[in-house]
């Protein structure tokens, strides 16, 4: 098993960026498949972006393609969140999740690991 710790969530105006970690303490983060999901006040736990073990297989909500960027660096046993172009509906708390599954995936039932979140506001 892992266990994983995110950081970096902090008030932001809109327009503007932020840089989300996942800093994982187990010995085999390198074989997991990794993703991001987020939960707004009141709404579901929906899915972010996931990124594969080799980091060559990414995948995107439509709601934030083209504006986050999803990455991990398995010697560190850390993985990002590149936030670019925030904006309010963003505002959540964001969660990173690990799966044993080989391909990517993006209902949150398959992934067995998460860490406790880290708050992202973003004000208008």
């Known amino acids: 098993q892992v266990q994983l710790v995110e950081s970096g969530g902090d008030l932001v105006q809109a327009g503007g960026s932020l840089r989300l970690s996942c800093a994982a303490s187990?010995?085999?983060?390198?074989?997991?498949?990794a993703a991001w999901f987020r939960q707004a006040p009141g709404k579901e736990r929906e899915f972010v972006a996931a990124?594969?073990?080799?980091?060559?297989?990414?995948h995107y909500a439509d709601s934030v393609k083209g504006r986050f960027t999803i990455s991990r660096d398995n010697a560190k046993n850390t993985m990002y969140l590149q936030m670019n172009s925030l904006k309010p509906e963003d505002t959540a708390v964001y969660y990173c999740?690990?799966?044993?599954?080989?391909?990517?995936?993006?209902?949150?039932?398959?992934?067995?690991?998460w860490g406790q979140g880290t708050q992202v506001t973003v004000s208008a």
């Open positions: 999740a690990a799966s044993r599954r080989s391909t990517v995936v993006s209902a949150s039932s398959n992934y067995n690991y």
């Open positions: 990124i594969s073990w080799n980091g060559r297989n990414l």
């Open positions: 187990g010995r085999t983060f390198s074989n997991y498949v």
